[in-house]
């Protein structure tokens, strides 16, 4: 079992930068994956980044490449998305997931925090 609490979420200008970061609890977190998803009023709930347990790799939809980056500290049980010149459309409520294996799919992930707000003024 993992639960998921997000945080560092707020209003930014264009260009600015935020941290989000996830605590999460539980013995198992160092086993798991772990994920950013978003969603914006209206939409779908989006993949945004993902990290994998035993190497490290990363994963990123084509929309942040370059600008997010998601790190973790297993030894804090601890995932952060660092976002870089961020634009109107990042706006969305921002979810810290957890998973086995890595897919872009939210069906295939199996816990979810509450979420944090990003919002993004132009």
């Known amino acids: 079992q993992v639960q998921l609490v997000e945080s560092g979420g707020g209003l930014v200008q264009a260009g600015g930068s935020l941290r989000l970061s996830c605590a999460a609890s539980g013995r198992t977190f160092s086993t798991y994956v772990m994920g950013w998803f978003r969603q914006a009023p209206g939409k779908e709930r989006e993949f945004v980044a993902a990290?994998?347990?035993?190497?490290?790799?990363?994963y990123y939809a084509d929309s942040v490449k370059g600008r997010f980056t998601i790190s973790r500290d297993n030894a804090k049980n601890a995932v952060y998305l660092q976002m870089n010149s961020l634009k109107p459309e990042d706006t969305a409520l921002y979810y810290c997931?957890?998973?086995?294996?890595?897919?872009?799919?939210?069906?295939?992930?199996?816990?979810w925090g509450q979420g944090t707000q990003v919002t993004v003024s132009s």
């Open positions: 990290i994998r347990r035993t190497d490290e790799a990363t």
């Open positions: 997931a957890a998973a086995r294996t890595h897919s872009v799919y939210t069906s295939r992930w199996d816990y």
